[in-house]
């Protein structure tokens, strides 16, 4: 896998993958402020819950570079605005929030000036991404075994490695296999409306020489129905204490035509994920982006313009649907406590 999604630049800042550019461009992008970083969650330029906490810890790091003079209660007293700047940037993906709450216990911990502090936050916000890649492993390696030679899985949204700072969580399990020298095909739904199916994960496996075909999401019946799917697996935005998960909006339709159908449906994530502050799916807060992005298609209009359209970007799977959760603590059953227990 040589995709990176995220790294720090030679100057100290956070540079991404500016995803609203693929397929047709790989384009760098170095953010310099926190200011950058919240725009760039917030228009996607980068997306995928892991990778959002990740950029938000990074974010953090590159809006206090000029603070580093500062006493340390100025350094300190500026923090709050910054994190309730990144935090605001998407509300459904609970890493975002736990990143930057790891970042602000560490902060306050720290003895020292501002540059003491912000050395610490840039070891921190560098650990959160290094324990990312290896969390990813270890989802890869809790699903390896359901991947045999041979298999076919469908798969939605993107849930690989420009999801996160590794190899993904979804797609962990297919790296893996693929590493193995096992056959794997995936089928990959559009994922209709901003299209990260077609348009992020059917790159990311051709680039990887990965067997795979793209769909309509409206075609994931279809497969299923005619027994072509070996197994579902699927990434989240947050999972409550119960189970119930958030994912990108079209996941809870496939959970429940996965279970008519008789086929394995698993939802994949670190534990990191695992909201247990939050009793059951219904107490999930889910985006609602722009209806434009539902009436066009790669920027041109779909629909009349004096149409109203919805648009969550979210839905919530209720744990029922779920055969098991794919973790870095490996495969996990709810119900979730603090600690996020197998």
Not at 99 to 116: C, K
Request: with cysteine.
């Amino acid at each position: 896998m040589t995709i990176q999604a995220i790294a720090w630049s030679p100057s100290g800042a956070v540079r991404i993958i500016d995803q609203r550019a693929l397929p047709e461009a790989q384009i760098e992008r170095d953010l310099e402020s926190a200011d950058a970083v919240a725009d760039a969650i917030r228009t996607l330029q980068v997306r995928g819950a892991p990778l959002i906490g990740i950029t938000a810890a990074m974010g953090l790091v590159a809006g206090t570079r000029e603070l580093r003079a500062a006493p340390r209660e100025t350094f300190l007293a500026c923090l709050p605005q910054l994190v309730r700047l990144l935090a605001a940037a998407r509300p459904t993906a609970v890493n975002l929030r736990w990143a930057l709450d790891r970042m602000t216990r560490v902060a306050a911990a720290t003895p020292g000036d501002g540059a003491a502090i912000w050395e610490r936050l840039h070891a921190e916000a560098t650990a959160i991404w290094e324990e990312d890649r290896a969390m990813c492993r270890k989802i890869g390696e809790a699903g390896l075994p359901l991947v045999p030679d041979g298999a076919s899985l469908l798969t939605h949204c993107n849930a690989g490695a420009l999801a996160t700072g590794g190899i993904g969580t979804a797609l962990a399990p297919v790296y893996l296999a693929h590493e193995a020298g096992r056959r794997v095909h995936v089928f990959v739904d559009e994922t209709r409306p901003v299209l990260q199916g077609a348009r992020l994960t059917a790159w990311e496996l051709t680039h990887a020489g990965i067997s795979c075909t793209l769909i309509a999401d409206a075609a994931a019946g279809a497969l299923l129905r005619q027994a072509k799917i070996d197994l579902v697996i699927v990434g989240a935005d947050r999972i409550a204490a119960n189970g119930d998960f958030a994912n990108k909006i079209g996941t809870y339709p496939l959970a429940v035509l996965a279970l008519h159908h008789g086929v394995p449906f698993y939802c994949a994530a670190p534990s990191s994920t695992i909201d247990p502050s939050l009793e059951d799916g219904e107490r999930i807060p889910i985006e609602h982006r722009p209806p434009e992005e539902v009436k066009a298609l790669a920027g041109r209009p779909v629909a009349p313009a004096q149409v109203a359209a919805l648009n969550p970007a979210f839905d919530v799977t209720p744990a029922r649907y779920v055969t098991a959760y794919l973790t870095d603590r490996g495969v996990m059953q709810p119900p979730f406590g603090g600690e996020a227990d197998p």
